[in-house]
């Protein structure tokens, strides 16, 4: 089994910062690509940015520039450095990994989400 630990929500001010953290422990072989989601109330949940296990990223064209997706040099952490906020960024973000386990096989693992509000 695998755990996705998400942390650093919380609430903001409109044009601050914030960083999200996401730690992944337990039985891993290997972590492939990792990715940040969000989701709001009553929308659907949205693919804010992925990263490969060789560190390449992708965007959701609304959010390049203002978000930043990273991953830890022991590649088991995932970040998420987000700029200038607004208010239409407040939802729930997810974290989310696609890991090969220890029996060899490939699954998809979820965090249990961490709140960021942008309000003033």
């Known amino acids: 089994q695998v755990q996705l630990v998400e942390s650093g929500g919380g609430l903001v001010q409109p044009g601050g910062s914030l960083r999200l953290s996401c730690a992944a422990s337990?039985?891993?072989?290997?972590?492939?690509?990792m990715a940040w989601y969000r989701q709001a109330p009553g929308v659907q949940r949205e693919l804010v940015a992925t990263i490969t296990s060789g560190g390449s990223t992708n965007y959701a064209d609304s959010l390049k520039g203002r978000f930043t997706i990273s991953r830890g040099n022991a590649k088991n952490t995932l970040y998420l450095q987000m700029y200038s906020l607004r208010p239409e960024d407040t939802a729930v973000y997810y974290c989310f990994a696609v890991v090969t386990a220890s029996d060899g096989y490939e699954y998809d693992y979820w965090g249990q989400g961490t709140q960021v509000t942008v309000s003033s």
């Open positions: 337990g039985s891993i072989f290997s972590i492939n690509a």
